[in-house]
């Protein structure tokens, strides 16, 4: 099964864009999608698909308070599964 | 600075109550970024080169040299000695020679377009942006709509949906920056006063959980993007 970082990647990839650009997330997670450029619609419609995807509660605040996807990838694997 | 005001990419926009707000043009424009760059200081220059995107960065560096600028120009100081702090969740103001401005600020871009609002009193937030189709906007209503949110925006068609959510979302997100808590309350947990959702350009609106405070709400959207400013208002004012 891949893991959570992976499936964040492919979510980040399938479903968010800075002026019409993918956003690559590289190797090691360390980027912040709120200093890449999403905007905070496109952190909403995020969150929500962390949410389901994961089956974890992961709202907006999250998105802006969690400081790299490495960081969301943390916060979810620390929740209960 | 720009050699003259024609070679500003800012200009006044509107006037809101004492609160003005100015209008940046954020449109690629080599030139003006690197008249823009000789505004950041080393610190700005780190962020502005943390950004992925050249779009993010110039967003950036033309909003934050705009902010200098005009603050300058309002508070008398050169540049080098204005630097910027920032409150536990993030909301930026001004220092001069390490002391607080008398002025509060807030920024907003989005795509092509940027906001700075402007006031000697009372907090206060803007928000713009782009109208881009989303690809779950059900699901953005659900997520981020209250209850009476929810039915107008059932009730509204194709575009005028578009432009009624965004014009809700940017009333909402310039509350939650006027507010300065970050995202808390939910934003689904608040909503718009029924004459703006269904059409009047402002309003006045309280908190469920703070009821004393009251903020003036003005939609700023046109043509090009929707836009919104909340502003505290004083305790006395009528």
């Known amino acids: 099964m891949a893991s959570t970082g992976d499936r964040l990647k492919t979510l980040i990839a399938d479903n968010l864009e800075v002026d019409g650009q993918a956003i690559a997330v590289p190797e090691n997670l360390d980027i912040s999608l709120l200093e890449a450029g999403v905007s905070s619609v496109d952190l909403v419609a995020f969150a929500k698909l962390v949410a389901r995807d994961f089956n974890v509660k992961f709202t907006l605040e999250h998105c802006t308070t969690l400081n790299s996807v490495k960081e969301v990838a943390d916060f979810i694997d620390s929740q209960p599964g | 600075m720009p050699a003259s005001v024609a070679d500003c990419w800012w200009r006044p926009f509107r006037n809101v109550g004492t609160a003005a707000v100015v209008y940046v043009d954020l449109a690629p424009d080599a030139a003006r970024e690197a008249v823009a760059l ?77 906001l700075i609002a402007f006031a000697a009193e009372g907090r206060l937030g803007v928000d713009v942006e782009e109208r881009s189709p989303a690809r ?103």
């Open chain 2, 38 to 114: 000789t505004w950041l200081d080393q610190e700005e220059q780190s962020r502005r080169q943390r950004f992925r995107f050249d779009g993010a960065r110039r967003r950036f560096a033309l909003c934050r040299a705009a902010l200098r600028a005009i603050l300058c120009g309002q508070l008398g100081c050169p540049n080098q000695q204005l630097a910027f702090g920032a409150s536990h969740h993030g909301k930026p103001y001004a220092l001069v020679n390490g002391q607080p401005a008398p002025i509060g600020f807030n920024v907003s871009h989005g795509s092509v377009h940027g």
């Open chain 2, 136 to 238: 779950d906007l059900d699901g953005l209503i659900g997520s981020v709509m209250g209850p009476e949110e929810r039915a107008e925006l059932a009730s509204a068609r194709g575009n005028h949906r578009l432009h009624l959510f965004y014009h809700l979302w940017t009333v909402k997100e310039a509350l939650m920056k006027a507010l300065g808590t970050g995202l808390t309350p939910d934003v689904s947990g608040f909503e718009i006063p029924m004459a703006m959702r269904r059409g009047k350009k402002t309003g006045i609106f309280r908190f469920p959980h703070l009821p004393t405070v009251r903020w003036w709400l003005e939609d700023l959207g046109n043509e090009h993007f929707a836009a919104a400013i909340a502003h505290e208002l004083s305790p006395d004012s009528h």
